[in-house]
Nanobody, 126 residues
Framework: QVQLVESGGGLVQAGGSLSLSCAAS????????MGWFRQAPGKEREFVAG????????YYADSNKGRFTISGDNAKNTVYLQMNSLKPEDTAVYYC???????????????????WGQGTQVTVSS
């Protein structure tokens, strides 16, 4: 059984930083990749960042470029999201996701991901 478990969410003031982790078990994603999404109340789930472990390629939503960094540790089967300069509009539940298929680029649609974590709340106060 594949499981993705996020950790590291919490409450932070605007301008602060948080680091999220997602530990995968049950399969490796080294031949495909993983990503982070977020969903705020009343909004659709949106792409945050993704990584293709096979080629090391990363991709970010425009709103996060320069502030967020996604990385992965293949040996630990874990993906990370370092979030700096956080804004109140970053407040959401953050989800880790894994792909079962290798792709040329880094997909950004939720439908491109097959496995999901339970989510971790990130709240940024103004």
């Amino acid at each position: 059984q594949v499981q993705l478990v996020e950790s590291g969410g919490g409450l932070v003031q605007a301008g602060g930083s948080l680091s999220l982790s997602c530990a995968a078990s049950g399969r490796t994603f080294s031949d495909s990749g993983m990503g982070w999404f977020r969903q705020a109340p009343g909004k659709e789930r949106e792409f945050v960042a993704g990584i293709g472990w096979g080629n090391g390629r990363t991709y970010y939503a425009d709103s996060n470029k320069g502030r967020f960094t996604i990385s992965g540790d293949n040996a630990k089967n874990t993906v990370y999201l370092q979030m700096n300069s956080l804004k109140p509009e970053d407040t959401a539940v953050y989800y880790c996701a894994g792909r079962s298929r290798a792709t040329i680029g880094v997909p950004s649609r939720p439908d491109d991901y097959d496995y999901w974590g339970q989510g971790t709340q990130v709240t940024v106060s103004s």
